[in-house]
């Protein structure tokens, strides 16, 4: 595969920009992502998904409707949920992107050493 570049990429990303953020809305929630994470493993069931998430039943199947709405989840039968390819793509390009567990927690060391620091200096 060719190297994309910076111009290409631009317009792909431009191209696609409000589905994107559409995208980007629907996983930005942490319980959304939480579930995302938990159904990698496995199908899991409602009741399954409400222990690990600690969410009343309504906010539950709002989540879960809104990743079903992005395609990343569906439902396979009454009440059991699996995650879908699209799905599974989302997260392995969020893995890709943190790299390794060590990698990830640097990271997000490093966020919240930043946003500590802009948080004391807007005080």
Not at 98 to 104: C, K, Q, T, V
Request: aromatic share 6%; proline share 2%.
């Amino acid at each position: 595969m060719e190297p994309v570049t910076n111009r290409e990429l631009q317009q792909r990303l431009l191209a696609a920009f409000d589905d994107l953020v559409s995208l980007l809305g629907a996983v930005g929630h942490p319980k959304r992502l939480r579930i995302l994470i938990f159904l990698l493993d496995e199908p899991q069931t409602f009741k399954g998904l409400l222990a690990e998430t600690r969410l009343r039943k309504s906010g539950l199947a709002s989540h879960l409707a809104k990743l079903g709405e992005k395609g990343l989840i569906q439902k396979v039968s009454h009440g059991i949920y699996e995650l879908t390819e699209t799905g599974r793509g989302y997260l392995l390009v969020l893995a890709q992107f943190f790299g390794s567990a060590e990698d990830l927690e640097m990271s997000l060391q490093r966020m919240r050493g930043a946003r500590s620091f802009l948080e004391r200096r807007e005080d």
